[in-house]
T-cell receptor, first 110, second 112 residues
Framework: GQNIDQPTEMTATEGAIVQINCTYQTSGFNGLFWYQQHAGEAPTFLSYNVLDGLEEKGRFSSFLSRSKGYSYLLLKELQMKDSASYLCVTGATGFQKLVFGTGTRLLVSP | DADVTQTPRNRITKTGKRIMLECSQTKGHDRMYWYRQDPGLGLRLIYYSFDVKDINKGEISDGYSVSRQAQAKFSLSLESAIPNQTALYFC???????????FGPGTRLTVL
């Protein structure tokens, strides 16, 4: 089965750095995704890690440790528009089915 | 122009009614998906289709049916809507061999 655990809510200040952690247990692991979802809107793809290590893309970075079943999303130089939910998502081997965590709601304050 | 569109965007209906939600895409992707999102729960997969002749149940398919009318169109039906089907429904697409899924804007369905 699949199980994903991430904090429900986090707060941070504009310009700061925030790290959103995710732990997972999954059979047939085929990569870990992070999606961003603003309230009432569609999720949008942020990152994908299939191998251990850090992937950097502008202000956003994502890290994966497969042996620990652990990932984090790092957001730097926070902006007000980064206030959103961040979904930790695993992919299942053999298909392209995604299993979504419940999301971490990030509130960025001035 | 949106690559993945959903109609309607909002719908209020009554228990027992038949409802169809439609999804169209111009991305040329083979794979299409239907999810529902409920407060406090992650998105859950209802049905998915890897090509026009391929339909598969997801984790919560009971009470739903789908039709893949063409590569670009994938419809979700609720044969007899019930209040616990009140949710935000998303359609998504992906290309074969590519892991990223692209989501439509969502349909907010309320069943009274």
């Amino acid at each position: 089965g699949q199980n994903i655990d991430q904090p429900t809510e986090m707060t941070a200040t504009e310009g700061a750095i925030v790290q959103i952690n995710c732990t997972y247990q999954t059979s047939g692991f085929n990569g870990l995704f992070w999606y961003q979802q603003h309230a009432g809107e569609a999720p949008t793809f942020l990152s994908y890690n299939v191998l251990d290590g850090l992937e950097e893309k502008g202000r956003f970075s994502s890290f994966l440790s497969r042996s620990k079943g652990y990932s984090y999303l790092l957001l730097k130089e926070l902006q007000m528009k980064d206030s959103a939910s961040y979904l930790c998502v695993t992919g299942a081997t053999g298909f392209q089915k995604l299993v979504f965590g419940t999301g971490t709601r990030l509130l960025v304050s001035p | 122009d949106a690559d993945v569109t959903q109609t309607p965007r909002n719908r209020i209906t009554k228990t027992g009614k038949r409802i169809m939600l439609e999804c169209s895409q111009t991305k040329g992707h083979d794979r299409m998906y239907w999810y529902r999102q409920d407060p406090g729960l992650g998105l859950r997969l209802i049905y998915y289709s890897f090509d026009v002749k391929d339909i598969n149940k997801g984790e919560i398919s009971d009470g739903y049916s789908v039709s893949r009318q063409a590569q670009a169109k994938f419809s979700l039906s609720l044969e007899s809507a019930i209040p616990n089907q009140t949710a935000l429904y998303f359609c998504a697409t992906s290309a074969t061999g590519i892991v990223e899924q692209f989501f439509g804007p969502g349909t907010r369905l309320t069943v009274l």
